[in-house]
């Protein structure tokens, strides 16, 4: 995607490659908002929200953001932000109920609420920071694109999540498999891949919409057919 980026123009596959573009060419503070918004947007489709099918704007959109990034000057520190940024709306959304508990004594305990609300999604966020830079290093490396570079993102992203929940204790919370918690049928698989293989498949098959922008030496049908396919596998 990096030459359709220098020159502006969008790759076959519609008004979907239109938007990756799109988000693909942003730049500064309106990259870094936009990967808040698609990380707040991810926070809906977890419980209480249940919105699962935004996850399939969330991760789409993060991967493009990411493309831009990595054509970019600097495209490791672009990387690391914008994905911090996505994680810190995420979180800041999803364990805001953590402050909550605070209050049961908040003469002693005033001082951590700052704590609860900014800085533990802070520390979080370096999590996905990191997941983003090393996407972007093995895509600039390998020359990622399409399903590869999708399925690329999930590995990561899961590896990172695995990492979340067990280094310095561990917090795993709000892990995307849980997205699935209203739905019976999909989330008793963990029984046989766990959480961790559950928020894999997630994040693969709702990233897969990114997979039909490809760079234009590809074929953008393969992308929806991708998407079908994954879509199978989780129905």
């Known amino acids: ?15 979907v490659a239109a938007v990756a573009v799109r988000l693909a060419g942003l730049a500064g503070w309106r990259r870094l908002a936009v990967a808040g918004l698609a990380g707040g ?57 953590i402050s909550f508990a605070l209050w049961v004594d908040i003469g002693r305990f005033w ?3 700052p704590l609860a609300i900014g800085g533990l999604p802070a520390l979080l966020s370096g999590f996905i920071g990191g997941m983003a830079v090393a996407h972007v290093w093995l ?26 929940g067990h280094l310095f204790t561990g917090f795993p919370w709000n892990l995307i498999g849980y997205s699935w918690t209203p739905v019976l049928p ?10 961790y293989g559950l928020s894999l498949l997630t ?16 074929d953008a049908s393969r992308g929806g057919r991708a998407v079908l396919a994954g879509l199978a596998v989780l129905g």
């Open 41 to 97: 947007l991810a926070t809906l489709a977890l419980p209480p929200a249940h919105l699962l099918p935004l996850l399939w704007v969330a991760f789409p959109a993060l991967l493009w953001l990411l493309s831009g990034a990595a054509a970019g000057p600097r495209p490791l520190r672009a990387a690391f932000w914008t994905g911090w940024w996505f994680g810190f709306v995420h979180f800041t959304l999803g364990l805001y109920w």
């Open 186 to 195: 999909v989330l008793q698989s963990v029984a046989v891949v766990g959480i």
């Open 139 to 164: 895509r600039r490396r390998f020359g990622l694109t399409g399903v590869a570079e999708v399925l690329a993102f999930a590995v990561l992203w899961t590896v990172f999540e695995w990492l979340r």
């Open 203 to 218: 994040v693969a098959v709702s990233a897969l919409p990114a997979a039909m922008a490809p760079a234009p030496a590809h």
């Open 1 to 15: 995607m990096t030459d359709t980026l220098r020159t502006g123009a969008a790759p076959n596959g519609g008004t």
């Open 111 to 113: 001082w951590a609420v």
